[in-house]
């Protein structure tokens, strides 16, 4: 009865409108996913309690990536608590007296770090940004092609590398292309998001050599920045320096993110880097870091559940394929459909598994090849990360460029950075899906 039922009334679509509504207008993202849910369950021919029922059980389809997330941010603050992260950036403070455009790459390459080798996230911007602030004013550096380099090295690394947040993010798309019925590998998905990362490297290039290029003049202003040159690495910072080796190690050799970061956490714990009696705090902190980001993840399995339980997603594909001929609009409707739900849900993450339900078999019916869905889901999740307010790539670097209350989070962070970032990906993953097939 869906498949020829129109476009407009299919639970699938009016779903996924709604919760894009919903979270544009700036209700709890979480709220707003439920919400779709329910819409779709009842649209669907269920019961409000069996659409929540089945919200809850398919939740269970990202108990594994919600558990790396909480472990991960755990490990994160454990990290961030140390003096490991604030000697070695207070280091290389002194050492970053170049021209504007070496200085922006630079930062770019450090914030890499912070997604894989050190997976502190965003917690490492507060302190190298704000003490740096007096050399960008000398160099009359323009803020908007630092916050570029930034949003850089927070999103290309998850999107190419298989390591730390990167392994999270190319699991998911793994676990949810099975979970649609397609057999692939990490290894395939590795092998072809690496286009995504040159979208952003030229989008990098874009921001710091041509747009934001020119001289900006800033205040001068005092603002209380914290010193950390006399701090020294003790016994328990060198511990934490393993654990971070072993969480890279382990994540390798295992593919395991939440057995990683728990080694890695125990090593930091058993040699008192981390007292046990600082535990309750150090996972409180990590709650506040990740927890939200993690249930997103929950519901949004649920919310794929309850689409394929009401039978809603063939009737959508096939009521797009009706109306769509040829792959390249597409592929092209698909990024743009991906952008608009993560800038409003906040999170690639937990886009993808709302995407991937109805992504997979519409690939399947334009004849994409795997490969080509991969990069369609994986930029489609990508798109929106850069330029939305409440995405943690932009929020985090406006905290700290905006320590002397000279950088606006809407102007300065996220336009810049949707527009250097986000048309570069549209380009590429449309081009990159058409020559893979």
């Known amino acids: 009865m869906l498949e020829n039922s129109s476009i407009w009334s299919n639970p699938a679509f009016v779903a996924i409108i709604c919760m894009c509504v919903l979270s544009l ?16 369950g009842l649209m669907g021919g269920l019961g409000i309690t069996e659409s929540f029922n089945a919200m809850i059980d398919g939740m269970k389809g990202n108990l594994n990536i919600a558990l790396s997330y909480i472990l991960l941010g755990a490990l994160a603050v454990a990290i961030a ?13 002194g050492l970053m007296n170049y ?5 922006c790459f630079l930062i770019a390459f450090i914030a890499c770090f912070s997604q894989n080798l050190v997976p ?7 302190i190298l940004i704000p003490p740096l602030l007096h050399l960008m004013n000398r160099l009359e550096l323009d803020r908007r092609a630092v916050a570029c380099a930034l949003t ?3 999103q290309a690394p998850y999107l190419v590398l298989p390591v730390g947040f990167g392994l999270i993010f190319q699991t998911t798309i793994l676990e949810q292309l099975k979970a649609n019925g397609v057999s692939a590998t990490l290894a395939q998905i590795t092998g072809v998001m690496w286009i995504a990362g040159l979208a952003m490297v030229v989008g990098l290039f874009v921001a ?14 005092s603002f209380n920045i914290e010193n950390y040159d006399s701090l020294k690495l003790n016994y328990h910072d060198y511990l934490t320096f393993i654990g971070i080796i072993v969480a890279f190690v382990i994540q390798l050799a295992t593919d395991s993110m939440p057995l990683a970061a728990f080694l890695a956490l125990a090593i930091i714990l058993l040699g008192r880097g981390i007292k046990f009696k600082e535990t309750d705090s150090l996972m409180d902190d990590s709650v506040k870091m990740m927890a939200f980001i993690a249930f997103v993840m929950l519901v949004a399995s649920g919310f794929g559940e309850v689409l394929q339980k009401v039978h809603a ?6 009521s797009i394929t009706s109306v769509v001929q040829g792959k390249l609009l597409g592929a092209f409707l698909m990024l743009v459909v991906g952008l608009f739900i993560t800038m409003g849900i906040g999170t690639s993450f937990g886009t993808i598994p709302i995407i991937a339900v109805f992504y997979v078999p519409l690939c399947a019916k334009l004849g994409f ?11 489609a999740a990508a798109l929106g990360d850069a330029g939305s307010p409440a995405s943690d790539s932009t929020m985090g670097p406006t905290c700290g460029l905006n320590a002397d209350n000279q950088h606006n989070h809407i102007y300065d962070t996220c336009v810049p950075t949707f527009l250097v970032y986000n048309l570069p990906l549209i380009v590429f993953g449309v081009v990159g899906a058409l020559l893979l097939g």
């Open 120 to 126: 502190v996230h965003i917690a490492f911007i507060p």
């Open 208 to 221: 710091v050599l041509t747009l934001y290029k020119k001289p900006r003049h800033y205040k001068e202003k």
């Open 25 to 40: 207008l700036r209700l709890n993202v979480m709220l707003s996913m439920i919400s779709a849910t329910l819409i779709a």
């Open 81 to 93: 608590k140390s003096n490991l992260i604030k000697v070695a950036l207070s280091k290389l403070i």
């Open 369 to 379: 090849s795997i490969e080509s869905t991969i990069l369609l889901i994986g930029i």
């Open 152 to 154: 850089f090295g927070l």
């Open 99 to 103: 021209k504007r455009s070496t200085f």
């Open 313 to 318: 997603i063939e009737g959508l594909v096939n």
